[in-house]
């Protein structure tokens, strides 16, 4: 279907809705897979990045693994056709009845947080009479360099086992006759664009595997965990994201043991740019200084990554080319950081006119919420136009 057709088609859809490119996230997935391939890497997809069932369908197709971060993560996977043994669990809060869920499905390892976790699965699989699978997820105080709320590898940060406390870690798990340690966890942080910090935590986990290895710990299993960024500035110029680039980083700068298998966790480098957000616009005002400002029909609960962390998506007028205008775009929400974005060029934009938020595949439809009591996003697929 060409570009107009598409656009006839969407134009009779009602807004906002997310148009997920099948072609396009299958082509990216078979990429990664293959690129991972190439050095015998399994991807545990982080389907935190976006739940919606067509997207789930095409990673299990792709045969990938999921990574969860809560009880009901694990069991979409489970119910969507994911064999256990390929979920791995993660998170700094797992519940109790989350962690029994888990340990009844035989999920293939809980990546666990604290040595406070390790005592409490521990309690939970002796109860059970289970013997629980962990990783240990270390914070190995690699700076991502990405924006700091999304930024997780930081001595500072709330995750992981400290590097100062896996000694005491070990003597722990010693004592823990429920559990069995199966690996090493970690994942410092998102949209990473500066691969060279990808290097920076191989040497560190070079070292860190080494100590626990010293220590006579068996690590069969590596997770390396996500954090490949994609490009948000321009998305046509780059719709698949290096993974070959990727993967030969941690192939050059990873030392891995014989029979130790290397996994990775990745979310928005596999989804994001399949997704866009389309909306219809509403209005134009005009501010006091002048500003023009133009409300459309999504707002920031259907897509909060701007208002969060003053994220960028590229904004493009399907319906209009005439012209251009500076404009301020809003949404519809009673907040002020209800804005996708200040200032920007755009064809003359007027009510009824269609625009795409590209780049909104991954943390946009599975970030909404019903803040106002507004409807949540609706989804169109490409391949059901
Ligand atoms: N593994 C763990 C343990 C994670 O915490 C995350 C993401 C991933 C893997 C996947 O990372 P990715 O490959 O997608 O970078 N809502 C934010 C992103 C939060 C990321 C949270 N953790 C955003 O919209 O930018």
Redesign the pocket.
């Known amino acids: 279907m060409d570009a107009q057709a598409r656009i006839k088609q969407i134009q009779e859809r009602q807004t906002p809705f997310y148009y997920y490119d099948m072609e396009l996230l299958r082509r990216t997935l078979q990429q990664a897979g293959e690129a991972a391939g190439r050095y015998g890497y399994r991807i545990h997809y982080?389907v935190?990045?976006n739940y919606d069932p067509r997207v789930v369908e095409a990673v299990r197709e792709a045969g990938m693994g999921m990574?969860c971060?809560s009880g009901n993560e694990v069991r979409m996977a489970i119910e969507s056709g994911f064999s256990a043994a390929d979920v791995v669990f993660?998170g700094v809060g797992k519940s109790d009845r989350e962690i029994e869920y888990s340990l009844q499905q035989g999920i293939f390892a809980f990546?666990c947080e604290s040595l406070h976790e390790l005592q409490v699965i521990h309690q939970i699989a002796s109860r059970m009479g289970k013997k629980a699978r962990v990783a240990l997820r270390i914070n190995p105080d690699v700076d991502p360099k990405t924006h700091r709320h999304?930024s997780?590898g930081k001595a500072d940060n709330k995750f992981g086992i400290s590097y100062t406390e896996v000694d005491q870690a070990i003597a722990t798990l010693s004592e823990l006759s429920s559990l069995e340690i199966v690996g090493l966890h970690f994942?410092i942080g998102?949209?990473i664009r500066d691969l060279q910090v990808f290097e920076q935590l191989c040497t560190r986990v070079n070292t860190i595997k080494t100590w626990f290895a010293q220590q006579g710990v068996v690590l069969r299993h590596l997770n390396m965990?996500?954090?490949?960024g994609i490009n948000y500035d321009d998305p046509q110029a780059e719709l698949i994201p290096d993974f070959a680039r990727y993967f030969e980083i941690f192939h050059q700068h990873l030392a891995v043991e014989e029979g130790q298998t290397v996994h990775f966790?990745?979310?928005?480098?596999l989804v994001a740019q399949c997704g866009e957000l389309i909306t219809r616009v509403l209005y134009n005002k005009t501010t006091a200084l002048g500003g023009k400002i133009v409300i459309v029909d999504t707002g920031m609960t259907d897509l909060i990554?701007p208002a969060l962390?003053g994220?960028k998506h590229k904004i493009e007028n399907l319906t209009s080319t005439e012209g251009s205008e500076t404009y301020t775009i809003g949404g519809p929400v009673c907040e002020s950081s209800d804005i996708f974005a200040r200032e920007i060029e755009l064809p003359v934009t007027s009510r009824g006119d269609l625009l795409t938020m590209r780049s909104a595949g991954?943390?946009g439809a599975a970030?909404a919420s019903r803040y106002n009591m507004r409807d949540l996003p609706g989804a169109v697929y490409s391949d059901q136009l």
Not at 225 to 228: H, K, P
Request: aromatic fraction near 8%.
């Open positions: 982080a935190k990045a990574d971060v993660a990546n999304i997780t994942h998102s949209q965990g996500g954090g490949l966790e990745l979310g928005r480098s990554r962390y994220a991954a943390y970030m």
